[in-house]
């Protein structure tokens, strides 16, 4: 399948190409700074673009399967994040006007402003709010998604990140912003990738938003 990767120099992302490369995709990596993907593959093609503007990803995106993305942004205290819908904005733009339909895109756990009200107290006090300003755009992200008719798009939300490869353990997966009766608050970013590029052979979780863990 070919693949137009988002986010290919971020640690999931990394993980993402790896393991497409390992089943034999087509990736095409769009990224900021080839210098940042440590990854050479007959099957890799490394371009640059601009993740915030429409006319500069299209050219990538044409005859692509689908679109996948891993892409993250910072924190801040001090303003809003907007990284999220910005580009979310200007990927969705591309992929109509290079009739692209499928992506795969990855948020968080307790996205929803009020999901986290059961999660563990550490969490619920002291993590979410220093993270607030990046799951409230995420939020704004998914909800953009949910609006667009003729995409046919998959969130995956995972919970905290490892920086682990992949395993064999079972993943387990909820229609919602978090597993319930979960006591996997953390997943190693293999295994989000794993779940990633299994949706590539699943209608289950079109135009679904899905919380994932392992066991």
């Known amino acids: 399948m070919k693949i137009a990767l988002l986010g290919a120099t971020g640690q999931t992302g990394q993980y993402l190409v790896r393991q497409a490369l390992e ?29 915030f503007s429409a006319d500069s990803l299209k050219p990538h995106f044409k005859d692509q399967d689908v679109v996948m993305s891993c892409l993250g942004f910072p924190a801040s205290f001090f303003s809003g994040v907007t990284g999220y819908t910005a580009s979310m904005a200007a990927v969705v733009g591309a992929m ?27 969490i619920r006090f002291l993590l979410l709010p220093m993270i607030r300003s990046v799951l409230s755009n995420m939020y704004e992200m998914e909800s953009f998604l949910e609006k667009t008719e003729d995409i046919n798009w998959t969130v995956v939300r995972p919970p905290g990140l490892k920086n682990l490869a992949a395993s064999a353990q079972e993943l387990v997966t909820h229609e919602g912003y978090f597993v319930p009766d979960s006591s996997g608050q953390t997943v190693g970013r ?26």
């Open 96 to 122: 109509r006007d290079a009739r692209v339909n499928r992506i795969i895109t990855m948020t968080s756990w307790y996205t929803e402003p009020d999901s986290g009200t059961q999660s563990p107290y550490l």
């Open 190 to 215: 293999g295994d989000v990738a794993r779940f990633m590029l299994s949706l590539l052979n699943s209608n289950a979780w079109i135009k679904k938003g899905v919380a994932i863990t392992t066991k």
């Open 23 to 51: 089943q034999g995709h087509m990736v095409t990596a769009v990224v900021r700074n080839p210098v940042n993907l440590a990854v050479h593959h007959d099957n890799l093609k490394v371009v640059t673009a601009d993740i």
